[in-house]
């Protein structure tokens, strides 16, 4: 069921919604990685729910950050909220 709330979250992409440093990284990265950095927003602009996203998507956009990968708990793999402004925000 659509509610009012997500059909206006539906309206901010994942990149729209993705938390400003996470952004940066992806911005100071883009020169050496082009192609991946490319890819990974071009992903984030196409998608509004984290769950559509690959896991290869996922995986490449973490490896732009500071995160590793085992510091990562199962719930942002799965929800992305560590990565995403909340959204009711």
Same mark, same amino acid.
């Given at each position: 069921? =659509? /509610?009012?709330?997500?059909? /206006?979250?539906?309206?901010? #992409?994942?990149?729209?919604?993705?938390?400003?440093e996470? &952004?940066?990284? =992806? %911005?100071?990265?883009?020169?050496?990685?082009? #192609?991946?950095? %490319?890819?990974?927003?071009?992903?984030?602009?196409?998608?509004?729910?984290?769950?559509? $996203?690959?896991?290869?998507? #996922?995986?490449? $956009? =973490? %490896?732009? /950050?500071?995160? /590793?990968?085992?510091?990562?708990a199962?719930y +942002?793999?799965?929800?992305?909220? &560590?990565? $995403? =402004?909340?959204? +009711?925000?």
């Open positions: 069921m =659509i /509610t009012k709330k997500t059909k /206006t979250n539906m309206t901010k #992409t994942l990149y729209d919604r993705l938390k400003p996470y &952004k940066n990284a =992806i %911005s100071k990265n883009k020169e050496k990685y082009p #192609t991946i950095a %490319s890819s990974v927003v071009k992903a984030l602009e196409n998608n509004y729910f984290w769950n559509d $996203l690959t896991i290869g998507q #996922t995986k490449d $956009l =973490i %490896s732009f /950050t500071d995160e /590793t990968f085992g510091s990562i199962y +942002d793999w799965s929800y992305g909220d &560590k990565f $995403l =402004i909340p959204n +009711d925000r």
